[in-house]
């Protein structure tokens, strides 16, 4: 398709950082806090994969919600929406979702492959939902860039993930191994997205902090490297945790994105289902503040908000 293929000449043509190539493009890129926020970039993220197709077994008929998800795990704590803006307007999302008991939301692909790195004693974390908006014209891969800077600072140096793992299109794959991906599991045909050819990624930590303290990230070939993996201060860090525990979704949130989507809940395996409770029971004092229908088929979910345990 057209915007798939615009989508993947941009990936292709990114090879010079920041003040190169996209300096004339202020981007505002920061965490969303809020329903309203992710709900935005939720949109974003349906919009564009509606476009490519990757949407095309969901019913027409069927109203569409207000916040699009595509998995339980981007309504736990451990997924956060990261969001460019250009002149006020969304025009990027990227999430990062960090490994818990529920998984990652690879596992329905690469649970092997993750399950090694777990076993080694390894903390992956998984970019997806990435989107910018169709219409940037040249200036998107600047988004991009931005997006993956301010998502890869804070999962690695201030969340501690060792490895940023994606899977993707056989045909984006050319611009993840610029940056130092290594391969993590084959091609493989993904049902969440009709059928989609998908491969899996993964750039373990340690490579970035080779190249810093090498010096070698500073070298005119590295330049796309060092844009995104410079260290955090301990000020941007700091900062970044405070966004992060503002950014927590309550349970008004949550429950209302199992009522209006409740295939969420439908299709997540036990171990998501009960990682999901404890974080709804985590959350009974927001929600007793705050009324929210709550479908008979979510009783599982509501009456874990009694359970302090």
């Keep these: 398709m057209q915007t798939t293929a615009r989508l993947s000449q941009r990936l292709r043509s990114v090879t010079a950082p920041p003040g190169e190539c996209h300096e004339e493009a202020q981007y505002d890129v920061r965490l969303a806090v809020g329903i309203f926020e992710r709900a935005e970039a939720a949109r974003l993220v349906e919009q564009l994969y509606g476009h490519e197709g990757y949407l095309a077994g969901r019913s027409a008929s069927a109203p569409s919600p207000a916040m699009p ?29 960090f490994d818990s008991p529920a998984g990652l939301p690879m596992d329905a692909l690469y649970k092997e492959e993750l399950d090694g790195l777990r076993a080694a004693g390894r ?31 804070y999962a690695t140096y201030a969340a501690g993930a060792t490895d940023v793992c994606v899977t993707l299109k056989p045909s984006h794959a050319p611009f993840y191994r610029r940056i130092c991906f290594l391969p993590l599991g084959e091609l493989r045909l993904d049902a969440r997205f009709a059928q989609a050819e998908t491969i899996a990624l993964r750039l373990p930590h340690e490579t970035a902090r080779e190249l810093w ?3 070698e990230a500073l070298q005119p070939r590295r330049r796309l490297h060092a ?57 009974a004092g927001a929600f007793e503040a705050q009324s929210v229908p709550v479908a008979l088929r979510l009783a599982p979910f509501s009456t874990a908000l009694s359970d302090r345990a």
């Design 213 to 215: 303290a090498s010096g």
């Design 69 to 97: 998800l595509f998995s339980v795990h981007h309504l736990l704590d451990e997924a956060l929406v990261f969001t460019a803006r250009l002149e006020g307007r969304l025009v990027g999302a990227l999430t990062v979702i």
């Design 123 to 153: 903390r992956p974390c998984e970019f997806c939902s990435l989107a910018v908006a169709p219409d940037l014209a040249r200036n998107a891969h600047g988004a991009l860039l931005e997006l993956f800077r301010a998502a890869y600072r």
């Design 227 to 283: 844009f995104f993996s410079r260290p955090l201060s301990r000020g941007e860090a700091k900062a970044l945790r405070r966004r992060v525990r503002i950014a927590r979704r309550g349970a008004a949130e949550i429950l209302g994105c199992l009522f209006e989507q409740p295939h969420l809940a439908d299709c997540a395996s036990e171990a998501q289902r009960a990682h999901l409770r404890r974080t709804l029971a985590a959350r």
